[in-house]
């Protein structure tokens, strides 16, 4: 209603003819997920509660309250709830990686650092004394910066809810303070005689099975139950361990085995005539059993980022396969009744485009035939199952079309809904043709020219054939033209052509349906979570293996300097060292890559990536096989980065120690 400025005042005398509107914006913006709970509250009090009442009281008429939001708000919280036990998995992946790290860093500093503590407790310093001690010096180098990763958590990633910010941030500081001490105190509890401990020759102790066999039994369970619960069932922080507990066990397999190759490798080694090979074999299996830690951390840091890129690689991989069924290929063309005829030749031309296939789609009513709708199509078998070849769509079965003789019913390829409405019988079908009796040869779950919905499935010429009367364009003519390929479609020149035509026809490309299974804000949250897990993973291994590249640092120099006065060339010396940190590195590395591919079967089944992918109510079909697929890059690259960092540091410290004189390293260890 338009009305001049002056004549507003006369809208108070209408009386219960007029309504009066009152438009209230909302500030996006400010909204957090901890306001939906009480925003939904009070929109249901104001739509029909207290405050709804106390609206109308006061104002002595009747007020109703109306607004869109309350579904924002409950598909919000819908998406949060099914995305927050895989946003959980990451969070509990990166934290227990962390954790592995900070205690690895305690037992490398407590080895490196056991003559000197053996020697306080040989001289009478006691237990509490020791342990304060350590204590101190952990804490004056962790408190302070678990106080400043808070601040800067606080400060570059503000929020409403701070309390689990500083909790994470004190557990962080707990551990890496009380990690050294406590270790040093277990290593030195009870007086022993010196002795190697190596790992080649250790003897797994009674108490060390009893907790390696606990290990494994939770990690049976968890693998049971989120097989069987899966991730729909609740954020559970057993459930989320899952992959980490996996990741445990494999590490505690392969140090059971990990002795094994290197004894068989050190005899045939010990015949060969130069010492390089024996030496440095010989030295890996003397590696402490401290050597442990590391490839704990290593393996559970490389597991945490392999699931993290199969997480992301079944969305990303899900999305393509739902938009590539709902187009069937890279573009198609749809018209209400029959293409022109020029167009097919038309479209041909324009960039991009490999080739075309008509296909003609009846949309049939629920009372025919089946008694529920579906599409009947009319395709050339052998270039129709060309195109869904190249699709990437289930095989289409054309030689259960062409096998007709023109007697009874016509075989066809139905959707498996029609198929189990068939029953192993017949059926009439009616398109513009004419009345033809079908018969079920094959079955098919997905089609490409008819996507998200039941279909049935004929040759156009066996059609044409039964109906020689009726072999006219508008009943035989397509009405749909499938598009393929060989390059990026230019989607304004195929709109273009397609108008230039005539016709009322409707264009829909690949690039652009899958342009809009794009993230919403939620999902790009989470996605962006596991991101980071696979960055921190990788981050974590990389770490892990410099802090234990660095703890047998003086030992390496110190075996180079003795190597060098016997006559070891540099480049022997070069083969020594990788040769001594080789084992234990492509144990890592192998194992890393091993228990990523064992994590998909095992967990696959339990993790639901559909609201991740697609939310929690899907827009679109989801594709049956949506789950956890390998990445490659996020599987074998951390793996193989482990392994040239392992070199390169190798090689600097071969080369920094090469320029230094020998007496500075053969003095390790005297003070």
């Given at each position: ?68 939001l ?18 959980l ?15 690895m ?10 003559n ?16 304060g ?18 601040v800067?958590?606080l ?11 500083v909790?994470?941030g ?61 991730t729909?069932?609740g ?87 739902a ?8 573009a ?9 005829e ?13 080739g ?5 789609v ?205 006559g ?53 079909t ?15 690259l ?34």
């Amino acid at each position: 209603m338009l009305i001049a400025p002056e004549a507003a005042p006369t809208l108070l005398s209408l009386g219960k003819g007029a309504s009066f509107y009152w438009h209230h914006p909302v500030d996006a913006g400010r909204l957090t997920p901890q306001d939906v709970a009480p925003l939904q509250t009070r929109l249901a009090s104001l739509d029909s509660g207290p405050d709804a009442t106390t609206l109308q009281t006061g104002t002595g008429s009747y007020i109703r309250a109306t607004t869109g939001l309350g579904r924002v708000l409950t598909s919000f919280e819908r998406d949060r709830t099914a995305t927050l036990p895989l946003v959980l998995v990451a969070a509990i992946g990166v934290g227990a990686t962390a954790f592995a790290v900070l205690l690895m860093a305690g037992g490398l500093a407590a080895e490196r650092r056991r003559n000197e503590l053996a020697l306080l407790r040989s001289r009478g310093g006691s237990m509490r004394g020791m342990f304060g001690r350590l204590l101190g010096e952990t804490t004056a180098a962790a408190v302070p910066a678990s106080i400043t990763g808070i601040v800067l958590a606080l400060v570059l990633l503000p929020a409403d809810r701070y309390l689990l910010s500083v909790l994470l941030g004190s557990a962080v500081a707990v551990t890496a303070s009380l990690a050294l001490p406590l270790r040093a105190v277990a290593a030195h509890r009870r007086p022993r005689p010196a002795a190697r401990e190596d790992m080649a020759a250790a003897r797994p102790s009674r108490r060390r099975t009893v907790v390696e066999l606990t290990i494994t039994v939770l990690v049976a369970g968890a693998v049971a139950a989120l097989r069987r619960r899966g991730t729909v069932s609740g954020a559970d922080p057993f459930l989320a361990a899952a992959p980490v507990l996996v990741a445990i066990a494999a590490a505690i397999l392969l140090l059971r085995l990990y002795p094994l190759p290197l004894r068989l490798l050190a005899r045939p080694a010990a015949r060969l005539t130069g010492a390089v090979t024996h030496l440095g074999l010989a030295r890996a299996g003397r590696s402490p059993a401290s050597a442990q830690l590391p490839l704990l951390a290593l393996l559970m840091s490389l597991t945490v980022a392999s699931f993290g890129g199969a997480v992301l690689a079944g969305v990303a991989d899900g999305r393509d396969e739902a938009a590539r069924a709902a187009i069937g290929a890279d573009a198609r063309i749809d018209a209400n009744f029959v293409l022109p005829e020029k167009l097919a030749a038309t479209i041909r031309k324009v960039p991009g485009v490999a080739g075309t296939l008509g296909v003609r789609v009846e949309p049939t009513a629920s009372t025919a035939g089946f008694g529920m709708p579906y599409s009947l199509l009319s395709v050339d078998p052998v270039a129709y199952a060309a195109l869904t070849r190249s699709s990437g769509l289930p095989a289409f079965p054309a030689d259960a079309l062409l096998h007709d003789d023109g007697t009874g019913p016509m075989p066809a390829v139905v959707s498996r809904n029609l198929a189990a409405k068939l029953a192993g019988g017949t059926t009439s079908v009616q398109p513009a043709i004419g009345t033809t009796e079908i018969r079920a040869a094959a079955v098919l779950d997905l089609t490409a020219a008819a996507p998200n919905t039941d279909f049935v499935i004929v040759s156009s010429a066996q059609l044409v054939k039964r109906h020689p009367d009726m072999n006219l364009r508008q009943f035989t003519g397509p009405t749909v033209l499938m598009v393929t390929a060989d390059g990026p479609i230019d989607g304004k020149a195929l709109r273009a052509a397609t108008a230039a035509t005539g016709g009322d026809l409707f264009v829909s490309l690949l690039s652009e349906e899958r342009g809009t299974l794009s993230d919403s804000a939620l999902q790009s949250g989470a996605r962006g979570i596991y991101l980071a897990a696979v960055a921190g993973g990788a981050g974590y291994s990389a770490l892990a293996l410099l802090l234990s590249l660095l703890q047998a640092a003086p030992q390496r120099a110190a075996l180079l300097a003795r190597m060098r006065m016997m006559g070891m060339g540099r480049r022997d010396g070069r083969r020594l060292v990788f040769l001594e940190m080789l084992p234990q590195a492509l144990l890592a590395a192998v194992g890393g890559v091993l228990v990523g591919l064992a994590v998909i079967p095992l967990l696959g089944p339990g993790v639901d990536i559909t609201a991740l992918a697609f939310g929690s109510d899907p827009g679109t079909t989801v594709p049956a096989g949506l789950g956890l697929r390998v990445d490659p890059l996020s599987l074998a690259l951390p793996s193989a980065g482990l392994l040239a960092l392992a070199y390169v540091v190798l090689l600097a410290q071969v080369w920094v120690t090469g320029r230094r004189r020998e007496s500075t390293h053969l003095r390790v260890g005297d003070r």
